[in-house]
């Protein structure tokens, strides 16, 4: 029996794909940064917090590997929950001091773009891929 797509549908599809492809790719701008980069300037937050350095590699799959599994639609909740994590880890270990403060430069709250990010990912992690996927919003973890 085929199926038939409502406009509301197709409608949803292309909000999944326009989060996905806002939210994983300006993250991986942020990835390919820590790339060319490197991470060791995490050393100081990591060991602050009583974690060791290899910890500070995970950044990569959470900020290159997981973006681009949402870009492309492929295992996107996980993606999604690995988003999530790598921005709370980001809060958590640079952040947590300046938490509820306001910028000065814009007014406001200073961890906003990492909030955002980590909302985000739990957004991409609840709703899914979509049609407009690799997966064709029909896997399991789409």
């Not at 949803?12 to 991470?39: C, P, Q, S």
Request: glycine fraction near 16%; aromatic fraction near 10%.
């Amino acid at each position: 029996m085929a199926t038939t797509v409502t406009p509301r549908a197709g409608l949803e599809d292309l909000g999944k794909l326009l989060l996905r492809l806002t939210v994983g790719g300006l993250l991986l701008f942020h990835g390919v940064f820590k790339a060319k980069n490197g991470v060791a300037w995490m050393a100081g937050p990591l060991s602050a917090v009583g974690l060791p350095m290899f910890v500070a590699y995970g950044v990569y799959v959470g900020e290159i590997v997981a973006p681009i599994f949402a870009i492309l639609g492929k295992y996107t909740r996980i993606a999604g929950l690995i988003i999530a994590f790598d921005l709370l880890m980001a809060i958590v270990l640079v952040l947590r001091e300046r938490m509820f403060t306001v910028n000065p430069q814009g007014g406001g709250l200073a961890p906003e773009l990492e909030l955002l990010f980590l909302v985000g990912g739990l957004a991409i992690a609840m709703l899914g891929s979509g049609r407009y996927a690799l997966s064709g919003g029909r896997g399991r973890w789409d």
